[in-house]
């Protein structure tokens, strides 16, 4: 009957771990420990439609995916020894350098594979190329053998997302759902506490009528619609709830001043971002940018903030994303929890309660918070009733809904002009009067433009995540809180 296997690989060594009941979590190993030479880390089991399974592994800067088949007949043991399969080739794929943008010149890891396997090609996904970077990616190679010989595909990165709010799509699984629909989980890097501070993303995927393989990240960290909810495109699944929160007036009645942040801080040696300036005012609070942080001079019951949208608009949705400043809590204890209260004013005068978290008893550190009924209102007040750790942190309050008013005009004259290190691009366009920010779309079939970037507060961006040997289209639009623009001209680059 059907069953999950598991393995983990804390120490590069262990068992296969099985159970036929995952809810109860009946957990069965039979103890015959996989221990090849160069051990097991970023382990991935694939059960193949005809019942053979196979395992994928690697985490590093120096050695290549690898894969073996395993015996289910016997413990699970391997079937000879394992196979390389793949490495990294930086030199002409650009979005596998390392650092921020591709900025670095340390040696990139590939690691965390997942096989997929769609109708008769099989498709191993890797990340690449450090967790901690706002360019954490997935690629992908073909074959139509499990164990190779691999085919890179001309089109990755598969998954890709280094700008917006929360940054990083890389070391992924691509699963089912019970639709039959594809979707894409992913680490996120907030990199601040450690360089391994992340979150886990969730984005639409798919194969295209010709194979190609497909993450739509576009609007990633706005709100969409989840499996269950059918739609007209599983790809295109954003709800068109635009952003009506970055950089309004707001003002609180506490802000923390003098506090040394506590972090393990590695920038220095190159492995993680460098830290941002140590300014926690209020006005962190809706910059877009998860890294950055209000913090009060306490978690008491009579701290608040007030927003100004500028004028009445709809609202439909509120997330909170508390962040650790300093924290002082380790597992997972009763006391983990937040509470909150939400109001919204028309007026700033007459204020009616819309969110009420006041008795909130779980732990909801990116609380996401859709209302039943939109709201009209321009005034925003939270206050807090309960937190945790010493210091109330808030990274970003952030309010999804419509401006009612007009979308912007479509971006003129896009330009794409190709460094002489083909691995480069240097983009331009015209502002947008009243747009809040665009997303650049490109890829190597003018119909398939599948990776995006959201760009805030500038008209050139370079980027830096080609391939060697390969012409792209390209394509901007143009948005802000009222909607999305139309698409620009596609544009074809050598």
Known sequence: GDKILAYGDPSGRGPIIETDNPELGDWKTNYAVLNPPGGIQDPNIFVDTDGRVYLYEESSNRWPIRGVELDPENYYIPMGEQVDLFRLDPDNHGWERFGQDHRS???????????????????????????????????????????????????????????????GSGHGSAVMDNHGNHWHFSTMAISVNYKFE?????????????????????????????????????????????????????????????????????HEKGYMPEQEAADYGIEKINDENIRTLWVAESNSDTLWFE??????????????N????????????DTLRQQFVIETSVDGSTWQTTIDFSENNKDRPHAYIELEEPVEGRYIRFTNKYFPNRYLAIGEFRVFGNGNGEQPAAPASLRVERQTDARN?????????????????????????NNSVMIYDQTAYELRALNKGVAYHFAIEAFNENGISECSKTIRVE
């Open 322 to 333: 508390y962040q650790d400043f300093n924290a002082n809590i380790f597992g997972k204890p």
């Open 307 to 320: 927003m100004d949208l500028g004028r009445s608009m709809t609202l439909r949705a509120f997330q909170l």
């Open 425 to 449: 691009a240097d983009i331009s366009w015209e502002p947008v009067a009243d747009a809040m920010g665009y997303v650049l779309y490109w890829g190597i079939e003018p119909d398939k433009l």
């Open 198 to 266: 992340r979150r886990i993303g969730m984005y639409p995927a798919g194969f295209e009528e010709n194979g190609q393989m497909y993450v739509n990240t576009a609007y990633g960290d706005y709100p969409h619609y989840l499996p269950d909810v059918e739609v007209e495109d599983h790809k295109h699944r954003f709800t068109g709830w635009m952003l009506l929160s970055k950089n309004k007036p707001v003002k609180s009645n506490s802000v923390l001043t003098g506090v040394k942040r506590n972090v393990a801080d590695e």
């Open 105 to 167: 010149d340390v040696a990139p890891f590939i690691e965390g594979p997942w096989m997929v396997k769609h109708n008769d090609t099989y498709y191993l996904m890797y990340g690449a190329p450090g967790t901690q970077w706002n360019v954490y990616a997935d690629g992908v190679y073909t074959s139509d053998n499990p164990l190779g010989p691999f085919t890179y595909a001309p089109y990755n990165p598969v998954a890709y997302k280094p700008g917006g709010f929360l940054n």
